[in-house]
Nanobody, 117 residues
């Protein structure tokens, strides 16, 4: 059973930086999508950033220019570098990795990011 293990969350002051990591504990074949989502209290889960197999990246408008998604295909690992953090970035961040052949869709357990002075 594959599990995604996230790390790197925590408390940071506005303007600070954090780097989230997500590692798959087992093998995921033919990964075509790696993404980060977040969910703030009382809000729906939303896409933050994603990278697909060809390397194309997508970002939420609210994080463009501040966050960067990257991956290490050899390790089935995805990262999220978060700079210039704002209080509105406070949320639980979840990683998501999808593979095909077989078709699978895995989620991490979530890591808390709190931006506060």
């Amino acid at each position: 059973q594959v599990q995604l293990v996230e790390s790197g969350g925590g408390l940071v002051q506005p303007g600070g930086s954090l780097r989230l990591s997500c590692v798959a504990s087992g093998s995921i074949f033919n990964v075509y999508y790696m993404g980060w989502f977040r969910q703030a209290p009382g809000k729906q889960r939303e896409l933050v950033a994603a990278i697909v197999s060809g390397g194309t990246t997508t970002y939420a408008d609210s994080v463009k220019g501040r966050f960067t998604i990257s991956r290490d295909n050899t390790k089935n690992t995805v990262y999220l570098q978060m700079n210039s953090l704002k209080p509105e970035d406070t949320a639980v961040y979840y990683c998501n990795i999808r593979g095909q052949i077989p078709l699978v869709n895995y989620w991490g357990q979530g890591t808390q990011v709190t931006v506060s002075s």
